[in-house]
């Protein structure tokens, strides 16, 4: 293979192929859009070229020939899946590191995929497809099946373009925001629709092919635990699969690929009942996955590595039968989302960044990395193997607690208490799990916290004082008025004696953390101070705690001020200054990450202070209009 190969994706993936193209001997390249010029994965890669976007194909083909590229890694996305950007990479005269344009056509297309698969003799969900399925079609098929249906995008993946009907008064109202959001990821509103597997398993099957005929597969992954239909914690192999399934579920993912003409890794996707005695296909994704760390560390390979010699022409050295797993991995990804406010999309600076020790981290941010709304909200992935489930839980739930992001919300400390839940230890997984937990009580914020930011903020606004201090006394927003004195502190109605020193003091694991004694009880924070914020952490648990907001003119001002309450993009406009709503009536549509938010009517009444249109960017909290009686 002629080097050196482009890498057209951004962030933890690109950082991840680099790594292996380094260990390989052959040269990186990569790209970067203007926002992301000092991005840590163009750190990672020899030569960059600057494009309008990542998902510009043009744009990244002429990087290529700039670059004097020999081959292009897509990693994984969009266009990893784009038969199109497939054939321009080859007809360019380049490899591309992915299987045959039309395996990703075809197996792109749902409904075609479906067809394939009960042609392979591969088990499917009872469901309709056809290029005009509209929403008497839909309903006729809900009447004869029963609810709940899912309606799915025929294109594309990930969840986007798919929602679930659980009575026929939903169903146009779905159809309408499935086609939408197709239509906007994947420039194909087409549908398909099936019966819904309530509390089903997501299974999927690692695959590898080459081009002389050769595949194989390595095992099962277990991706049960999801929110809006996006992986957060996966592990394999599954704590329900035994050697008897995985060896059928192979078979099955096997012929599939076989079928469909494929060469490289692949994964065929499947659900299954809660005990995992039968499984249907649900979809097979061209490409490598973001959870394909856990299958590397059970059977010990680069599947990158095993792409790349696939893509320049090698024959497989591995046999199915020397496949089997060895001990258990179990990856949980980090999302730059507030678990506190909604799991909406969470946006700024990362002010202090330390991975954990003993595991894996696969990353795509660094300190002074800016966390914005154009991209994918998931900013590293960690993984922890062990010699069985138990062990690798620990070791996980331990590094998740080392782990330290500041400047971002994230999901860390929401994914430790998920991972210590019995039924999750226990095995006792399926999809709606993770959604049903956000229904229960959520689990309070240590309220050691808010002292200590207080006492953060002390030390930081009196650094270098060559007189004793005196009283410290701020409002925090959301958390009211803390005071701070040597040897005192009150926060949050309470009051404690305390004392700080840099915890690398007879700790070595200083770097800019302390370490506080609250009542006698000491504890490392990691912690951060800006102008008009102070952030700190312990445990994967984090508190942001700023200056009090000053009063707004505008919206802010008015009685039933509607803020927002993600940083993303108005989608859609439904009303203006002066019109009557009722409570409950969508008024505006915010976009971020890729997720669609309704703003509602909180009640009755008349839409005033609304300055905002499709297309503005808008800030966390930003006010956004106002419903007054």
Known sequence: MRDPVLIANRGEIAVRIARTLDAL?????????????????????????????????DALLAAAQRLGAGAVHPGYGFLSENAAFARAVRDAGLTWIGPPAEAIAL???????????????VPVVPGLEGDALGAEELRAFGAEHGYPIVVKAVAGGGGKGMRVVRGAAQL??????????????????????????????????????????DVVHLGERECSLQRRHQKVVEEAPSPVVGPELRARMGAAAVALTRACGYEGAGTVEFIAPADARAFFFLEMNTRLQVEHPVTELVYGVDLVELQLRAAAGEALALRQEELVPAGHAVEARLYAEDPANGFLPATGTVLRYREPRGVRVDSGIAEGSEVGTAYDPMLAKVVAHGPDRAVALRRLDRALGELEVLGVATNAAFTRDLLRREDVRAGDLDTGLLERVLDEPAAPAPGDLLPAAAIAGFLADT???????????????????????????????????????????????????????????SRRYAVACTADAVW???????????????????????????????????????????????AGDVLLVLESMKMELSITAPAAGIVEGLEVRPGDRVALRQPLVAVTA
């Open 463 to 521: 650094a270098g004082q060559t007189t004793a201090p005196g009283p410290w006394r701020r409002r925090l927003d959301e958390h009211g008025e803390v005071r701070v004195r040597p040897g005192r502190v009150e926060a949050g109605g309470r009051a404690w004696a305390w004392s700080a020193r840099a915890a690398g003091d007879g700790d070595g694991d200083g770097d800019g953390a302390l370490r506080i004694a609250l009542d006698g009880v």
């Open 536 to 582: 700190v952490a312990r445990d994967g648990h984090q508190l942001q705690a700023r200056t009090e907001r000053k009063a707004r003119a505008g919206a802010a001002a008015l009685a039933g001020s509607l803020e927002a309450p993600m940083p993303g993009t108005v989608l859609l406009v439904h009303v203006a200054n002066g019109d009557e709503v009722a």
């Open 172 to 213: 146009e109202a779905a159809l309408d925001a499935a086609r939408r959001e197709a239509r906007a990821a994947f420039g194909d509103d087409r549908v398909l629709v099936e019966r819904y597997l309530e509390r089903p398993r997501h299974l999927e099957v690692q695959v590898l092919a080459d081009r002389h005929g």
């Open 25 to 57: 001997g052959l040269r990186s390249a990569g790209v970067f859009t203007a926002d992301e010029a000092a991005a840590p994965h163009v750190d990672a890669v020899g030569a960059a070229a600057l494009v309008s976007s990542y998902l510009d194909a």
């Open 107 to 121: 197996m792109g297309d749902k409904a075609a995929a479906k067809r394939l698969a009960r042609e392979a003799g």
